[in-house]
């Protein structure tokens, strides 16, 4: 008897390993189920000294490698709509517009951990300045800054090959002036910088390393594969009863799982769905809201491209790192003036921005001169929580508004009845990263600009990028397809509106939640967004890139810091009451 069992224990140790496998199995269906964060069947990740990993190549062995997410594990979804489907033209334009933002890659899938960019070992150097003949010269107002950028890995050698995400500035504290430059990628592991130079006096040059090439890899494996790590629920109730359903886009469908209730919008064809709660029906929503976020979504190896020493990290200078601007010579060339010089939007002199071409900047430095501005007027704002900043501003500088809104979420509203001044904010419909919106003010920015009888006595200033960075970036384009078309047929119905529209910024995040709004993300939506607002007439682009990374003083926030909101809100109200020019 003792031999038998011996002979068959393989089998039974087999059956032993499949039951396990199964009760696993199970209970990641039910957590998906439930709608509860899952690690995606990811190994748990290690915790990791970032120090010794950085400076310690024996911990990034040869055979430590980046890997793509095995298909079989791949996120399977099936939606019964996605959006309504493109005309020709759109087809084409979504085409160009993905081209703009294809991004180089490693030259090969599986790269060694340790053959990726290290900020530490990478450095940047300004070049001498010259003139037109290859001449010695001073660097002088009007002129540009050279800088050159080698990357390097963990082990000391010069990258191969480009992709690397990086930022650059140049900014005098002393003086409160600031720009931001341009960054050219040779595709060899070495980056050229172009710095525009506009105040006289001493200035600093700044390089970051936002993300090493390896990195931007990951993020683009994300966007692609886990477009759901943001979980969205919806309450719905009926009396007494009352269930939660996760929502999204789009949502996996088949045996085991419920109906879903479509909840696409009849006008723009956005679409948005919830699993049907058991006992209640659709038409029983009573909220939207975050419920947090997908956790585990990178294998280990992946981790050491995002800790607080690989991302968003200063690159030195081998040599000085910073030059003396001198006075512009006579017969210089201005700023804007030669197409050959890269040409930022503006620059901070003393605090205040300062607009490179259009119209003039003026500072509204006191609530009686932006009540005189806004006089008659109705200020409408939409989008995301980036312009509700604006309106938190207006609201707290000039005290004689009076606020009928609720808290964080909205909708917001703010009058002043003896200066007959309407300024109301409302939040784009889904997806939305609020905490709690009820469902009677889910609406799509489109639909509200449809509704206004705009003129010359409207603002309307507009926001949409950040809730948006998990999603395809087809889904980003498609939602401002509409609010473009809305635009543009308020601006035919009444040419005299304002219309503003805020750019994205780029921001200080940490490794985790880079994975989920890096500024990588936020980069290629901002490309998007330039391109199809570009060309349309009467649309003005405030760029919060620009004015968020040249800031001299004041870190880079998701929500920019209240010196660089009172210069936007200049820039607004500098269009909507221009300053009137002599003769």
Request: net charge positive; charged share 20%.
């Amino acid at each position: 008897m003792g031999g038998t069992l011996s002979r068959y224990s393989p089998f039974f140790f087999f059956l032993m390993i499949a039951a396990v496998f199964l009760i696993l199995h199970n209970i990641h269906f039910l957590e998906r189920f439930n709608s509860e964060p899952v690690s995606c069947l990811r190994p748990p990740q290690p915790r990791i000294n970032n120090s010794s990993v950085i400076n310690t190549s024996a911990n990034l062995t040869s055979r430590t490698y980046l890997h793509t997410l095995p298909p079989e594990l791949q996120s399977q979804k099936s939606c019964p709509h996605v959006g309504q489907q493109p005309t020709p033209e759109e087809a084409q334009e979504q085409r160009t517009l993905l081209d703009s933002i294809a991004w180089p890659g490693p030259p090969r899938l599986e790269v060694p951990v340790n053959q990726s960019s290290d900020p530490a070992h990478s450095y940047f150097v300004i070049q001498p300045p010259v003139n037109a003949s290859g001449q010695a010269t001073t660097w002088r107002v009007g002129g540009k800054l050279e800088v050159l950028v080698h990357m390097h890995d963990f082990l000391s050698r010069p990258k191969s090959y480009g992709g690397d995400f990086l930022l650059a500035r140049i900014r005098s504290v002393q003086l409160g002036a600031g720009a931001s430059g341009r960054v050219v990628d040779r595709q060899n592991g070495t980056y050229e910088v172009e710095l525009p130079l506009l105040w006289a006096g001493a200035a600093q040059v700044e390089i970051t390393l936002v993300h090493s090439s390896e990195g931007v890899g990951v993020l683009r494996r994300l966007r692609k594969e886990q477009s759901d790590r943001v979980y969205f629920k919806s309450l719905f109730r009926s009396g007494g009863l009352s269930e939660t359903t996760q929502c999204d886009m789009c949502l996996p469908t088949g045996p085991g799982k419920a109906p879903l209730c479509d909840y696409t919008d009849p006008q723009t064809g956005e679409p948005w769905y919830c699993y049907k709660p058991k006992r209640l029906g659709c038409n029983r929503r009573v909220n939207h809201f975050k419920s947090g976020y997908k956790k585990n979504l990178l294998y280990p190896n992946e981790s050491l491209l995002f800790t607080s020493s690989t991302i968003q990290i200063p690159v030195k200078a081998q040599g000085m790192d910073h030059i003396t601007i001198l006075p512009a010579e006579n017969g210089q060339s201005l700023v804007g003036q030669d197409q050959s010089k890269f040409v930022p939007s503006g620059y901070y002199h003393q605090g205040s921005w300062r607009t490179l071409s259009g119209v003039p900047i003026k500072h509204f430095n006191n609530p009686a001169a932006v009540k005189q501005c806004l006089k008659g007027k109705l200020f409408y704002l939409f989008g995301d929580s980036t312009v509700r900043q604006w309106f938190e501003y207006l609201t707290a500088f000039v005290p004689e508004f009076s606020l009928r809104s609720q808290k964080n979420v909205g909708p917001f509203l703010a009058v002043d009845s003896a200066n007959n001044i309407l300024l109301t904010f409302h939040s784009h419909g889904p997806p939305i990263r609020f905490n709690t919106l009820q469902s009677s003010e889910i609406e799509y920015v489109a639909n509200r600009i449809d509704a206004l009888r705009g003129g010359r006595d409207t603002i309307v200033a507009l926001s949409l990028w950040s809730h948006f960075s998990t999603f395809p970036v087809e889904v980003y384009i498609r939602r401002l397809r509409h609010v473009r078309r809305a635009v543009a047929r308020l601006l035919d119905r009444a040419p005299g509106t304002l219309v503003v529209v805020r750019t994205a910024n780029p921001q200080i995040t940490d490794p985790n939640y880079s994975l989920y709004n890096s500024d990588w993300y936020s980069l290629q939506l901002d490309t998007v967004l330039r391109a199809m607002f570009r060309d349309v007439r009467g649309v003005v682009l405030l760029d919060a890139w620009d004015m968020t990374l040249a800031h001299p003083t004041q870190p880079r926030l998701l929500h920019p810091a209240k010196e660089i909101i009172s210069n936007m809100v200049d820039i607004i109200l500098s269009h909507a009451c221009p300053v009137k020019q002599k003769g």
